[in-house]
């Protein structure tokens, strides 16, 4: 079955950096398209962004554009956010998530259990 | 990139039907068949239990239904029961080639 695992989180100051990375087990990686979406404590579901299954094309929420950029490792299953000028307001929970297609940001099938940055 | 609008909650007594609207424009919603919804329960990952408008993942019970009607994409949970209290996403692909959420939707059982 699917399974994805997020890491990296943790403390960071306003104005620092962190990368955060997720595993990807049971399913065939560099077919899908990836996401990755945050939940900031109490507060609703905002997308973050989304990478092609072959890495040639990503796509941001204004909010982040120009401080994340998501990557892909398709040879080690994995997913990165790096997060850069990070802001009180960048803290949160962060998925990552699976979509069922390859090219287009159309849904997210299936999630992890979250990574927590906090930004103080 | 603005947020779908969806009412902050919807309330049904077990064994009726609710409906959640999911409101949006030509560029989002209405423009597109991309358009999903998800449960998620308190301290749990979301939940996608409707995709592209109306399809139902494999698991996901045959009370919930999708459909979409313009700019405005409903969530139907029918025969209501107590492990439907959660909290509902609508989400949709957009023309600017991103992904935007609903505000979410508070589902109570009476």
């Known amino acids: 079955q699917v399974q994805l695992v997020e890491s990296g989180g943790g403390v960071v100051q306003p104005g620092g950096s962190v990368r955060l990375s997720c595993v990807a087990s049971?399913?065939?990686?560099?077919?899908?398209?990836m996401h990755w979406v945050r939940q900031a404590p109490g507060k609703g579901l905002e997308w973050v962004a989304f990478i092609r299954f072959d890495g040639s094309s990503e796509h941001y929420a204004d909010s982040v554009r120009g401080r994340f950029t998501v990557s892909r490792d398709n040879s080690k299953k994995t997913l990165y956010l790096q997060l850069n000028s990070l802001r009180i307001e960048d803290s949160g929970l962060y998925y990552c998530?699976?979509?069922?297609?390859?090219?287009?940001?159309?849904?997210?099938?299936?999630w992890g259990q979250g990574t927590r940055v906090t930004v103080s | 990139q603005s947020a779908l609008t969806q009412p902050a909650s919807v309330s049904g007594s077990p064994g009726h039907s609710i409906t959640i609207p999911c409101s949006g424009t030509s560029s989002d919603v209405g423009g597109f068949t991309y358009v999903s919804w998800y449960q998620q329960h308190p301290d749990e990952a979301p939940k996608l239990i409707i995709f592209d408008v109306a399809s139902r993942p494999s698991g996901v019970s045959d009370r919930f239904s999708g459909s979409k009607s313009g700019n405005t994409a409903s969530l139907t949970i029918s025969g209501l029961q107590a492990e439907d209290e959660a909290d509902y996403y609508c989400?949709?692909?957009?023309?600017?080639?991103?992904?935007?959420f609903g505000t979410g939707t508070r589902v109570s059982v009476l």
């Open positions: 989400s949709s692909y957009t023309s600017n080639t991103t992904y935007v």
């Open positions: 998530g699976k979509d069922t297609r390859p090219k287009v940001a159309t849904n997210v099938a299936s």
């Open positions: 049971g399913f065939f990686f560099n077919s899908f398209g």
